[in-house]
């Protein structure tokens, strides 16, 4: 089905991708002439299409500290019949329409950047994010961001016990076992300084009216997903500067309070290593490569001198490939040689396999944050093209007790793909959803009522045809549905805008190149 322009009258000139079913179908449309829009049950003047464009996935987490990486009706519905709902076919496609492409997992990159969603993308429906962040225990809300704890903590947490332990029962033997509770206590705190650390990006976010959806603390470290990008390079530089000039402070304030305290002792011993551990996550953050906070940095200052924020991302990106090979290959060479404080003569062969596998991990995580911030980049370079009027197919207005055989040969006489279920005045009151049209056998069509196969519309069904970008996309995803009514601002049907084709927008500017 297809979207029209007007209340009654189908836009003569609007262009639209096929959608891919299993199935039965209604009969293709017939392409209308252009200046000559079919006449249907109550003509008004059509709307005009713009270029089409494609939709931004929701952006991608922020990763600092150390480095880590409505019920909805489905495009399978079928209509309330007792025999279950059969699968869409695709109708035939108009010459212009481009082939249906299956949809990409948007990736999720680090730094200080928008938050993903991720979101995924379900057939028949926009990109969504989940209505609640999650992400694992929830700690609290300082200004107003819920913050998480991920199950992967839990394991880095015992972790940090278990080795710090060990180093503690070589400089106090006389702990013993209470060795694992000063530990535990070592590692609760570094992670709370991983707190303080992305609170400092929320709040810097906050305070440039950039959205944050949580706080997560995980596997090495802390995400702060913000929800957009920066507006300016240097609103960008600051947003991550703001993180490791906090573990700088920190550091310096771990390092004044061991100055009374005498170094052998454990409060001695917890306060050098939480100066040691937030300056290394300082010094970290601050390496020049995507998803670190350095990384963030080169591309504000790249994005400054060229004017192109995607000339900074592909900068600061490459940095971060070339920073994973250099920690995969470079970290266990360094820790082999002595340079992190034990000879070789202490070295081990388990921990060299530990050192190989600690290298493989960030490695594999810078890796994977600086593509998947590459390809955000892209996306949101494409998204002000999406607009609702270009991705609006055509519809033709039917009255309630109209048989599905009469609605579709009217729909095919004006080279429509939509119905809109009108009253006596025109006013739409629901939308007949296509994949309940396939699931009626085309012998039944002219015994079938075009309203047992209508979603009634709700507010949120209902799109305005100038949105467009990010504001299209914010619409769809807080009322998830299959089909929306696109309208004018002064109220007349522009047309019906289907979430599968804003899916295949999103996937055609996935495979397009910056």
Excluded at 157 to 167: R, S
Excluded at 176 to 194: D, E, H, N, P, T
Excluded at 396 to 425: H, M, Q, Y
Aim: charged share 20%; no cysteine; glycine share 10%.
């Amino acid at each position: 089905m297809d979207v029209s322009g007007g209340s009654g009258q189908p836009r003569s000139d609007s262009a639209e991708p096929t959608r891919q079913t299993t199935g039965e179908e209604p009969a293709p449309p017939v392409p209308q002439t252009p200046g000559k829009p079919a006449t249907t049950a109550a003509p008004e003047e059509p709307g005009q299409p713009e270029t089409a464009g494609a939709p931004d996935p929701a952006p991608a987490p922020h990763t600092d500290t150390t480095p880590e990486t409505s019920e909805t009706p489905s495009a399978s519905e079928a209509r309330e019949t007792p025999e279950p709902p059969e699968p869409q076919k695709a109708p035939e496609a108009r010459d212009d329409a481009p082939p249906a492409a299956p949809p990409a997992a948007p990736g999720a990159g680090d730094g200080p950047a928008p938050a993903p969603s991720p979101p995924g993308m379900s057939k028949g429906q926009p990109p969504q994010r989940p209505k609640e962040p999650g992400g694992g225990l929830l700690m609290g809300r300082p200004f107003g961001v819920p913050v998480y704890v991920a199950p992967s903590w839990f394991v880095v947490a015992a972790l940090i016990t278990w080795v710090f332990g060990g180093q503690l029962d070589r400089v106090l033997p006389e702990l013993g076992a209470a060795r694992y509770l000063v530990s535990l206590f070592f590692a609760i705190a570094f992670y709370a300084s991983v707190l303080i650390h992305e609170l400092a990006h929320t709040v810097a976010a906050i305070r440039f009216n950039l959205p944050v959806r949580r706080i997560q603390l995980q596997f090495f470290g802390g995400v702060s997903e913000i929800e957009k990008e920066a507006e300016t390079p240097g609103r960008e530089f600051v947003l991550a500067f703001v993180g490791p000039l906090l573990s700088l402070v920190l550091s310096g304030l771990f390092y004044l309070a061991m100055q009374p305290v005498e170094p052998g002792t454990v409060p001695g011993v917890l306060l050098a290593g939480l100066m040691v551990s937030n300056l290394i996550v300082a010094a970290f953050n601050l390496l020049p490569g995507l998803p670190l906070d350095g990384g963030r940095m080169l591309r504000a200052v790249v994005w400054k001198i060229t004017g192109k924020p995607m000339s900074g991302t592909v900068a600061a990106a490459w940095v971060g490939r070339a920073l994973a090979v250099s920690v995969l290959i470079g970290l266990p060479l360094l820790n082999h040689w002595g340079s992190f404080g034990g000879g070789t003569d202490d070295s081990t062969g388990m921990d060299a396999v530990t050192d190989a596998l600690l290298a493989a991990i960030l490695a594999a995580i810078i890796w994977t944050g600086a593509g998947n911030s590459l390809r955000m980049a892209r996306l949101r370079e494409h998204l002000p093209e999406l607009r609702a009027r270009t991705l609006t197919r055509r519809a033709v207005p039917v009255e309630t007790d109209t048989p599905l055989s009469e609605a579709l040969r009217r729909a095919n006489a004006a080279g429509a793909r939509a119905l809109v279920i009108v009253d006596a005045d025109g006013n739409p009151l629901s939308l007949v959803r296509e994949a309940a049209i396939v699931g009626v056998p085309e012998h039944r069509r002219p015994w079938v009522a075009v309203s047992g196969l209508a979603q009634d519309l709700t507010d949120g069904m209902r799109v305005s045809a100038e949105l467009a970008g990010e504001d299209l996309l914010d619409v769809l995803r807080a009322t998830p549905a299959t089909e929306y009514l696109v309208v004018e601002e002064t109220g007349e049907i522009y047309g019906v805008l289907s979430a599968a084709d804003v899916e295949r927008a999103f996937v055609r500017a996935m495979a397009r190149p910056a």
